[in-house]
């Protein structure tokens, strides 16, 4: 009855506590809704977003006009193409005033060059002569990029493109050596070489993914899971201050010299919060659910049973209830309660992947993000929501998140004991 | 110890781990069953580290408290079940209307609903609240909040109250309200524990009081011996001979 009376109690004053129900509700909602926006761009991948190239074809000829093609057709660029060799100014300023993110040139004379290289090859090779081959001049293909694009942008584009000439650097090389072969065996026939691949790189269970099995990592379904658990995290900051309020207020003391109302009245409290927090963990998943997709971002894919995600809830919800008993427990005060339980969440969820994935962060990091409970969290989401994970995998999630909260506990009744023999 | 007593405090001293001075010196008193006993000195005499080591809120450096014949150091919160607390801070949920911080209380003290809900309804009658009882505390007045206050701690009818300046901050009115109240409960059996800086007040409404400063009881008795044999004009008049007119911290 006691833990009823102040598991009711909490929630009455929890809810009329408009600006602590807004820090619970409206931020983590107002920042899926940011984070989703700000970073949809650089979590679509190359194959959804094309990369805007031009290409400066001073060649005119069969290399020019193959690598034009085959980048026009590419899924991966969207090519705009200049001819004549006078246009370099022009692409340079375009690509360095960000209207494309690579410029590519086409030497003139690229064609004739690699025809020539080549053809001392097959003579080297065919009619024993004695030639320095790499003495001698190269085709080139230059780049230049948009000065803000990352490193890893550059070697996506530059493998493509080597991936490209080296294709047709064969075809030439082929034919080539077809015709030099017709030409000194004038009487056999069928002298062509196949120009296919002849290893392929497939990716498996692409079906599966493409069924929606597996859901694509995308904004939404980093962002939403992400920052529900900073919500939840950051319920420390109201919970801490109510505790502080009813030190203060001498409530807390009142309600002390009461006998037998110790466990209900924590247990009571612990409760009230975990239930704010199912639905705020419910509410914002809606959000991935519902309200994004109306503005045309990817719809949160929910995967796992309804039991296991409820779960890890409770499990995320008994550790930041426990870091928040700990945290009113400890300070004296509204304002070092607030900036340390603001201050420490904000910490453990950049180090704990809610900011940008673990696996994007620098290797140090990511030896240290396995550390915060957000961390485990977040993961245990990640694990039923992508890689729809048996309750087993996510089971040592839960337990540490468990761990924190009876350690955190243990800590705040072991400081409230000292504090108690103090007076 | 004999049964009529309801607290025996037997040299009693408190050293806060924060300070050297002892806040209470070697204080001894007898409240008995049945009295209204006042408890008064200059601010920092030790009035209120007395309340809270009675209420087992704080520990004891040395000496020995009883309340209802169990020694409160033993750490058996039993006898806080006959003990009611009415402390001088507002200790309530300001949120929360007057109604729903009784019920709290109540269900606190494992009343019943049943139980509670007629004596909650009789309170806040006698009180003046049954209009404002669903209004949220923080909009009520300081004498509202303060009888509110009062209520909160007498919910389980305890043979024991201890009351902190129950009266400070108050108009007349409701400070005439609380103070019959309080009569009444004291003539249905309730033994009452009171500080206050009203000596007015204490003198009409203690049967026995004691002045204590620097943590040690100074002067007991009667408000009328103490000014027969102090001769004195009334209380305020013993406090000032006997404290002087130093000020305190």
């Given amino acids: 009855m006691r833990y009823f009376a102040t598991l009711h109690k909490e929630l009455r004053v929890l809810f009329r506590d408009r600006a602590g129900m807004a820090m619970m509700f409206l931020m983590p909602m107002a920042l899926i809704f940011i984070m989703v926006i700000v970073q949809d761009e650089p979590f679509r991948d190359y194959q959804e977003h094309k990369i805007p190239i031009i290409i400066l074809d001073a060649d005119m000829d069969s290399l020019g006009n193959t690598l034009t093609r085959g980048l026009m057709n590419s899924p991966v660029f969207e090519a705009v193409l200049l001819k004549g060799d006078n246009s370099i100014n022009q692409l340079r300023n375009s690509v360095r ?84 072969l017709k030409e000194l ?180 990091v990511q030896s240290i993000s396995g550390l915060f409970p957000v961390s485990w969290g977040l993961q245990a989401f990640n694990d039923l929501f992508l890689r729809q994970a048996e309750f087993a995998v996510i089971m040592p999630r839960i337990s540490y998140l468990i761990l924190f909260f009876c350690g955190c506990l243990i800590i705040a009744l072991i400081k409230n004991k000292n504090s108690f023999s103090g007076k | 110890m004999d049964n009529a007593v309801a607290v025996s405090v037997e040299d009693v001293v408190k050293v806060y781990k924060s300070s050297h001075q002892p806040a209470l010196n070697g204080l001894s008193l007898r409240i008995d069953k049945g009295e ?52 001088q ?71 024991l109250l201890v009351l902190d300046e129950p009266t400070v901050g108050i108009d007349v009115q409701s400070k005439a309200v609380i103070i019959d109240f309080l009569l009444e409960l004291n003539r249905n059996g309730t033994t009452i524990l009171y500080t206050s800086h009203h000596l007015d007040e204490a003198q009409d409404f203690c049967s026995r009081i004691s002045i204590i400063d620097e943590g040690t009881s100074i002067a007991l008795g009667s408000p009328k011996d103490l000014i027969k044999e102090h001769h004195a004009e009334d209380l305020q008049d013993v406090f000032l001979k006997i404290t002087g007119k130093r000020l305190r911290d």
């Fill in chain 1, 185 to 364: 065996l004038p009487n056999v026939s069928g002298m062509e070489f196949a120009n296919e691949e002849m290893v392929y790189v497939i990716e498996r269970d692409k079906e599966l993914n493409m069924m929606n099995k597996y859901p694509i990592f995308n904004s939404v379904q980093h962002n939403v899971p992400a920052y529900t658990v900073f919500g939840i995290f950051f319920i420390v900051i109201t919970m801490a201050s109510n505790m502080i309020k009813e030190r203060d207020e001498g409530s807390e003391a009142r309600l002390n010299l009461i006998p037998n109302t110790f466990w209900p009245i924590i247990l009571g409290r612990i409760s009230a919060y975990v239930f704010v927090i199912f639905i705020q963990a419910w509410l914002m998943f809606s959000v991935g659910i519902f309200l994004l997709p109306l503005l045309g971002f990817p719809e949160l894919q929910l995967n796992g049973s309804f039991l296991a995600i409820n779960i890890v809830i409770l499990a995320i919800g008994l550790a930041a209830t426990g870091f928040g008993y700990l945290i009113g427990t400890i300070f004296n005060t509204h304002q070092q309660s607030a900036v340390f339980g603001a201050v420490s969440v904000v910490i453990m969820s950049a180090l704990g992947g809610v900011w940008v994935p673990i696996f994007v962060m620098p290797e140090f």
């Fill in chain 1, 97 to 180: 005033q960000g209207e494309y993110k690579v410029g590519i040139i086409i030497s003139k004379d690229a064609s004739k060059i690699l025809r020539t290289k080549i053809s001392a090859y097959i003579k080297k090779v065919l009619e024993g002569l004695d030639m320095e081959i790499s003495k001698m001049d190269s085709s080139k293909v230059e780049l230049i990029f948009d000065p803000v694009i990352k490193k890893s942008f550059r070697s996506t584009v530059t493998s493509n493109l080597e991936k490209h000439i080296a294709r047709i650097e064969l075809k030439i090389m082929l034919d080539m050596f077809a015709a030099d």
């Fill in chain 2, 89 to 159: 801070e507002i200790a309530l949920f300001p949120s929360l209307s007057g109604l729903e911080n009784l019920q709290y209380f109540a269900s606190m003290y494992g009343l019943k609903k049943e139980e509670s809900t007629d004596l909650i309804n009789e309170y806040l009658e006698k009180f003046g609240l049954t209009n404002a009882k669903k209004n949220r505390l923080h909009t009520y007045s300081g004498g509202m909040k303060r009888r509110i206050n009062l209520l909160a701690g007498i919910l389980h009818k305890p043979s």
């Fill in chain 2, 36 to 87: 209204i006993f006042g408890l008064l000195g200059p601010n920092g005499a030790g009035k209120t580290t007395t309340l809270s080591l009675i209420s087992g809120m704080s520990e004891l450096t040395s000496g020995s408290i009883k309340v209802f014949d169990t020694d409160v150091s033993f750490k058996m919160k039993g006898f806080l079940n006959k003990m009611g607390m009415v402390p």
